[in-house]
């Protein structure tokens, strides 16, 4: 089996116009800006239109990241989104996507990982490249956290914001793109963060809807908990594998869950807060989209060389978690 070197060749990220503030949130719970502010480090997150769904936002990113690969639609092999906002059950919001970009050759499929989603989906893609298989993969982290969210429930509806970032795959020069993954998951902590309502355990009805259950659950400190144990430990696995020390990291590329918990990751990488990308501030988070926008975002702004070594790392529903080593 031939291995070739797979990296990133294009970026891009779209997020919704509107944005909610701390203080529109508190008009509608029992919040205020500096408990979020300190708790939690986000000021403000974008909310997708009515007449936006995840597939649209996901369009928007995917239009940037062909552009910024030098590539055509039609050159796609392959097209997973990582969401748990899809627009529908079925079909998956990587045919919508499909069929919106016009990516005729391409196979399409969604990937559900919640947060690790989006690095999920670069370790499946890259490894087709890898193999020959597939030559041009897109990937895309992409989320209406906003239709899941529960506005009365001031535990949670603080956290999510809507977005989209996309990135496509293809093949790099020797010595550069993906080094290593690391992938997890602890099914037994599903309970902490959940939608139980709307599947096949609990189809929708008067009661599901009555129980709020069609709504993201959140044991916010049992989560904070894992997040802070597993985002430093996945990327100390991520970066073993690749043979590399945490003093080479010279971007750290994190889930932007909350401020405190990225801090954490910080200290046991002993990294300082120039080395990471940090954008919760505008956008809370978004679930699969966070690492993606944050690239995305860090490329704009040109904080990524070539040859500059990269770690994303997420985590989150499942409980998953997952890293990526890169190379520019
Ligand atoms: N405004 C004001 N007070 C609040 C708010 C709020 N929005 N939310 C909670 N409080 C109160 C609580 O009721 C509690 O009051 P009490 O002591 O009187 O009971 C107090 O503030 C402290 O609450 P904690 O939950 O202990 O606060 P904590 O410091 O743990 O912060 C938070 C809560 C921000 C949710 C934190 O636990 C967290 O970030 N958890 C991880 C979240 C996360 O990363 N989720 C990933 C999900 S991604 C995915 O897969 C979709």
């Not at 944005?19 to 480090?41: K, P, S």
């Not at 998956?92 to 969604?110: I, M, N, P, R």
């Not at 505008?282 to 702004?301: D, K, M, T």
């Amino acid at each position: 089996m031939q291995l070739y070197p797979v990296g990133i060749i294009g970026t891009g990220k779209y997020v919704p116009e509107r944005v909610i503030t701390n203080h529109d949130l508190e008009q509608m719970v029992d919040t205020n800006d500096e408990w979020i502010v300190t708790r939690t480090g986000i000021k403000e997150r974008r909310m997708a239109a009515p007449d936006q769904a995840t597939s649209d936002l996901a369009y928007h990113a995917s239009v940037k990241a062909l552009a910024a690969a030098g590539i055509t639609a039609e050159e796609l092999d392959l097209i997973i989104v990582a969401t748990i906002t899809p627009d529908m059950f079925f079909p998956s919001t990587a045919c919508l996507l499909q069929d919106k970009l016009g990516a005729k050759k391409a196979a399409a499929f969604d990937l559900s990982a919640a947060c690790s989603g989006f690095i999920y989906g670069l370790s499946t893609a890259s490894s087709m490249i890898a193999t020959g298989m597939y030559k041009h993969v897109l990937v895309v982290g992409a989320e209406c956290l906003s239709r899941i969210t529960d506005y009365t429930d001031r535990n949670t509806c603080i956290l999510f914001g809507d977005g989209a970032g996309a990135v496509v795959l293809g093949q790099v020069p020797e010595g550069r793109g993906f080094k290593a993954f690391e992938l997890g998951a602890d099914g037994s902590g599903g309970e902490l963060l959940n939608v139980r309502g709307g599947g096949s355990r609990m189809p929708s009805s008067e009661q599901s809807l009555a129980d709020r259950s069609h709504f993201i659950y959140m044991a916010g400190s049992e989560v904070f908990k894992f997040a802070v144990r597993i985002m430093g430990g996945a990327a100390e696995e991520a970066l073993r594998k690749a043979d590399m020390d945490k003093s080479e990291i010279d971007l750290l590329v994190p889930h932007q869950a909350n401020i405190r918990i990225i801090q954490s990751a910080l200290n046991r990488l002993n990294l300082s807060e120039e080395k990471c990308m940090i954008n919760l501030d505008r956008y809370g988070n978004v679930s699969a989209g966070s690492i993606p926008i944050a690239l995305a975002e860090a490329v704009e702004q040109g904080r990524v060389k070539e040859g500059d070594r990269l770690v994303l790392v997420g985590f989150g529903g499942g409980l998953t978690w997952g890293a990526a080593v890169v190379v520019w």
